[in-house]
């Protein structure tokens, strides 16, 4: 079964300076890997995602993330950050098998000083 | 077509009454899945659809919950005799199957129960 870490359940940050949110996941076969984001009163919506090839993806807003198969780790990271990007990031993980059933961490929130 | 769309947003009941909550997915999925999210945690699999057909529930979802899709459109969460351990947000998501990137998943904004 998959299962996934977040390391760290609240992060701050200064505006401008890099963000870095990390994530473990466990899974017997290969990973389709995603990045959430919700922001307050709204849904969760695709930040980002890794099925195949290139390890290093890039999604919205600047984030990108990438894949390290021998570290089972799918970081994301942002070079600058901006006050917009306060929310709750939520690793993911599904896999073929199983109806790509998504099984998520538990959020880190981001937290940016001005 | 606008997204995920469910109802009610928000739901006060008390400790034994029934609840349902209705979920619209984007018109082309044919995958729904449900979820619940407590405050300080990730979504937290349910059940999911493919079409009508369901094909995977939780251990978290005990007899007292129900799913259901009829003809493979809108889909219904019930929770018969409600207790006070089920308040949570109740998310719904779609995704169409046998895409590039299968998996993906688009939420609505969740219905928030609580139970006095």
């Known amino acids: 079964a998959q299962s996934v870490t977040q390391l760290g359940s609240h992060v701050s940050v200064s505006e401008g300076a890099l963000v870095l949110l990390r994530c473990n996941y466990s899974?017997?076969?290969?990973?389709?890997l995603f990045w959430y984001v919700q922001y307050p009163n709204q849904g969760l919506q695709l930040l980002l995602k890794?099925?195949?090839?290139?390890?290093l993806v890039k999604g919205i807003n600047g984030f990108e993330a990438e894949f390290k198969k021998s570290e089972t780790s799918f970081h994301l990271t942002k070079p600058s950050a901006h006050m917009s990007d306060a929310a709750e990031y939520f690793c993911?993980?599904?896999?073929?098998?199983?109806?790509?059933?998504?099984?998520f961490g538990a959020g880190t929130r981001l937290f940016v000083k001005a | 077509d606008t997204g995920v769309s469910q109802n009610p947003r928000h739901k006060i009941t008390k400790r034994g009454q029934n609840v349902t909550f209705r979920c619209d997915p984007i018109?082309?999925?044919?995958?729904l899945y449900w979820y619940r999210q407590t405050l300080g945690q990730g979504p937290e699999f349910l059940t999911y659809?493919?079409?009508?057909?369901?094909?995977?529930k939780s251990r978290l979802l005990s007899d007292r919950f129900s799913a259901e899709r009829p003809k493979g459109s809108f889909s219904t969460l019930e929770i018969q005799r409600t207790e006070q351990g089920d308040s949570a947000m109740y998310l719904c998501?779609?995704?169409?199957?046998?895409?590039?990137?299968?998996?993906?998943?688009?939420f609505g904004e969740g219905s928030r129960l609580t139970v006095l």
């Open positions: 899974s017997s076969v290969p990973p389709y």
């Open positions: 018109s082309e999925h044919n995958r």
């Open positions: 659809f493919q079409n009508e057909a369901q094909l995977e």
């Open positions: 998501a779609s995704s169409l199957a046998g895409t590039v990137g299968t998996g993906e998943l688009f």
């Open positions: 890794y099925t195949t090839g290139a390890t």
């Open positions: 993911a993980v599904s896999v073929s098998t199983g109806g790509f059933k998504t099984i």
